[in-house]
């Protein structure tokens, strides 16, 4: 006599189970499954390029700014997020035309990452990640995480803003 699939104990059945995911710190609402949904990451990043816009009072984006995304996009992936907000911060010989296009892109999208509501500015953005990565190391992770994923869409939504040559 066959089993019925629908038996606890049948060898073919399948048993679901519900994983619920408790927050470390109030950072983490930040993170919250919400705002890391892979379908709203896009959303969340054509947000945070209307916003670098609409500081700058511009509507379209130049090359500059265009290869400033593109830039910080290869940086998070090749260096990571601790060595971009030490990027915006260094104080040393690193001026230069690059830096001066480079870094208000990058103050503008990485503070919007970490708080959309009230950007953070370059200070702020390297307190906040240094204290991350030394006292909560799995939050840093996922927000680094976080990170190359809003990575992709900033360059998808930095093209479609590009100014026509």
């Given at each position: 006599?066959?089993?019925?699939?629908?038996?606890?104990?049948?060898?073919?059945?399948?048993?679901?189970?519900?994983?619920?995911?408790?927050?470390?710190?109030?950072?983490?609402?930040?993170?919250?499954?919400?705002?890391?949904?892979p379908e709203q990451m896009s959303l969340v990043a054509h947000q945070?390029?209307?916003?670098?816009?609409?500081?700058?009072?511009?509507?379209?984006?130049?090359?500059?700014?265009?290869?400033?995304?593109?830039?910080?996009?290869?940086?998070?992936?090749?260096?990571?997020?601790?060595?971009?907000?030490?990027?915006?911060?260094?104080?040393?010989?690193?001026?230069?035309?690059?830096?001066?296009?480079?870094?208000?892109?990058?103050?503008?999208?990485?503070?919007?990452?970490?708080?959309?509501?009230?950007p953070l500015e370059r200070q702020q953005i390297m307190e906040t990640?240094?204290?991350?990565?030394?006292?909560?190391?799995?939050?840093?992770?996922?927000?680094?995480?976080?990170?190359?994923?809003?990575?992709?869409?900033?360059?998808?939504w930095g093209r479609a803003y590009q100014e026509e040559e």
């Open positions: 006599m066959p089993q019925q699939p629908n038996k606890p104990n049948a060898p073919n059945s399948t048993v679901v189970q519900t994983v619920s995911i408790k927050p470390v710190s109030n950072l983490d609402n930040a993170l919250n499954a919400a705002q890391v949904l945070h390029i209307q916003k670098y816009l609409s500081k700058c009072r511009k509507y379209r984006l130049d090359k500059n700014d265009l290869n400033s995304i593109l830039r910080l996009s290869t940086h998070l992936r090749v260096f990571g997020l601790l060595s971009a907000i030490g990027y915006l911060n260094q104080s040393n010989a690193q001026a230069g035309e690059v830096r001066e296009r480079t870094v208000p892109v990058w103050e503008s999208l990485l503070g919007q990452m970490l708080d959309e509501n009230n990640v240094v204290e991350m990565a030394r006292n909560q190391p799995k939050l840093y992770m996922a927000t680094w995480r976080r990170s190359l994923m809003l990575a992709n869409h900033w360059n998808f």
